[in-house]
């Protein structure tokens, strides 16, 4: 099945560094979402955007939805260690949540204390 | 937010043998729910769409006899993985979403199946 290209695939900072990651596709989607997945867990909903263009926070995680409709980015401020995860990104064709995701290749991040 | 629960968190059988696994929308009706696959260190795919009552729709390369879908109820999805083998290994996980809004899928906790 298809996947969102996800860069980069792991990062590796230190405490109170600022990340950036991002997600490109071939195609346009209509809703990009952020994820962040624990060993072992599902993932957790971060944030969502359902418009080109848009820039919406979640305390320190800001994401953007790109003009094209054909990337996102997240950044994270000021990491902490419990921000060490598994990122994906996904894309959905409309805004309607019956609608299927396609998820990225992921981004492992690790925080060094 | 949403609740959805899966259930065994985690299952080890013997190769053939077959194994369900349920879904559950805790605390709302959920249309549609889906299945995901994800082996270790990579992404989670698609397997599956279950709409309540009605049959799923799989996607391509995913064996519709082999893994069995139910959703008998608008809180409820099953998958059974029939005749499993030590491929089938891996970490299932649905989510599901609200009918017809612009609200986002909520993600259950995931199923370890291990097939030995």
């Known amino acids: 099945g298809q996947q969102l290209n996800q860069s980069p695939q792991s990062m590796f900072i230190q405490e109170g560094e600022d990340v950036s990651m991002n997600c490109t596709s071939s195609s346009i989607f209509n809703t990009w979402l952020w994820y962040k997945q624990d060993p072992g867990e599902g993932p957790v909903l971060l944030i969502a955007?359902?418009?080109?263009?848009e820039l919406t926070s979640n305390g320190r995680l800001t994401a953007q939805f790109g003009i094209t409709r054909k990337d996102s980015f997240l950044n994270i401020s000021a990491s902490i260690p419990s921000d060490v995860g598994i990122y994906f990104c996904a894309g959905q064709p409309s805004k309607s949540s019956g609608d299927k995701l396609t998820f990225g290749t992921g981004t492992r991040l690790a925080v060094r204390p | 937010g949403a609740v959805v629960s899966q259930h065994p968190s985690w299952v080890i059988c013997k190769s053939g043998t077959s194994v369900k696994i349920e879904c559950r929308s805790l605390d709302f009706q959920a249309t549609t729910m889906f299945w995901y696959r994800q082996f270790p260190k990579q992404s989670l795919m698609l397997m599956a769409t279950s709409n309540e009552g009605s049959k799923a729709t799989y996607e391509q390369g995913v064996e519709k006899d082999k893994f069995l879908i139910n959703h008998a109820s608008l809180t409820l999805s099953t998958l059974t993985v029939t005749s499993a083998h030590p491929e089938d290994s891996s970490f299932y996980i649905c989510s599901a979403s609200f009918a017809g809004g612009t609200d986002t899928q909520y993600f259950g906790p995931g199923t370890r199946l291990t097939v030995l």
């Open positions: 955007l359902y418009k080109a263009g």
